[in-house]
């Protein structure tokens, strides 16, 4: 069974405007942490935002805001004020406490940013 | 800063060839992991490793094997290289409180291998 998904192969935004990317995850275990991680096409994969299953508030990092509704088992990233250079693949993860340190990848979202 | 390199950013081989892609992290990491990549699929775990000379089958190990004779360096085997074996090969690691969050996973800039 699929732990994450993430239902959005590709989108497009218009540049300055916000961005929802879609993840969804499935899990039993009641301690977990979720990673979204951007991939630009030079291939590195950068961190961008984590969200501790316990955490009482939506993590945000400057224009990244991770939107984290825990009943519904979803972890939406929220880009504001898009950007050229934000033009690149996203990946939602999510590590859970039984699994040690292993992170289960969702497919990825492939953005792209218009002028 | 953690750095994770990777031996070659691309790589073209034969196939039946034995070979090995090499890893290093430079921030005493006690994991290790390493993940192929192709499109539609997001990063699939082939193995891991908590520890040295230690090693673990992830979710896609057939047709590979890894080392990890020290603790810095994991390196992963593609015994005998098929086509079904072209793809991005990223490597990562992570420590329980190795960065600003646990189990982060640091990832190496990736090997591109392509197997004719």
């Known amino acids: 069974a699929q732990k994450i998904t993430q239902t959005q192969p590709g989108m497009f935004v218009q540049e300055k405007e916000a961005v929802t990317l879609d993840c969804t995850y499935d899990?039993?275990?009641?301690?977990?942490?979720l990673f979204w991680y951007k991939q630009p096409s030079s291939g590195e994969m950068i961190f961008l935002i984590y969200q501790g299953s316990y955490d009482q508030q939506n993590a945000t990092e400057g224009r990244y805001s991770l939107n984290f509704q825990k009943a519904r088992k979803s972890a939406n990233l929220v880009i504001s004020a898009s950007q050229l250079g934000d033009s690149a693949m996203y990946f939602c993860?999510?590590?859970?406490?039984?699994?040690?340190?292993?992170?289960?990848f969702g497919q990825g979202t492939e953005l792209s940013v218009k002028p | 800063d953690v750095k994770v390199t990777q031996s070659s950013r691309y790589l073209v081989k034969r196939t039946g060839e034995k070979v090995f892609l090499e890893c290093v992290q430079d921030m005493d990491h006690e994991n290790m992991f390493w993940y192929r990549q192709d499109p539609g699929l997001g990063l699939r775990l082939i193995y891991f490793?908590?520890?040295?000379?230690?090693?673990e089958k992830g979710d896609i190990p057939e047709g590979y094997s890894v080392s990890r004779e020290k603790k810095e360096r994991f390196s992963l085997i593609l015994e005998s290289a098929s086509t079904n074996q072209t793809s991005m090969y990223l490597c990562?690691?992570?420590?329980?409180?190795?960065?600003?969050?646990?189990?982060?996973?640091?990832f190496g800039p990736g090997t591109r291998l392509t197997v004719t």
């Open positions: 990562a690691s992570s420590a329980p409180l190795g960065g600003e969050h646990p189990y982060e996973q640091y």
């Open positions: 993860a999510m590590r859970e406490l039984n699994q040690g340190g292993k992170l289960i």
């Open positions: 899990t039993s275990d009641p301690s977990y942490g």
């Open positions: 490793s908590y520890d040295v000379k230690m090693k």
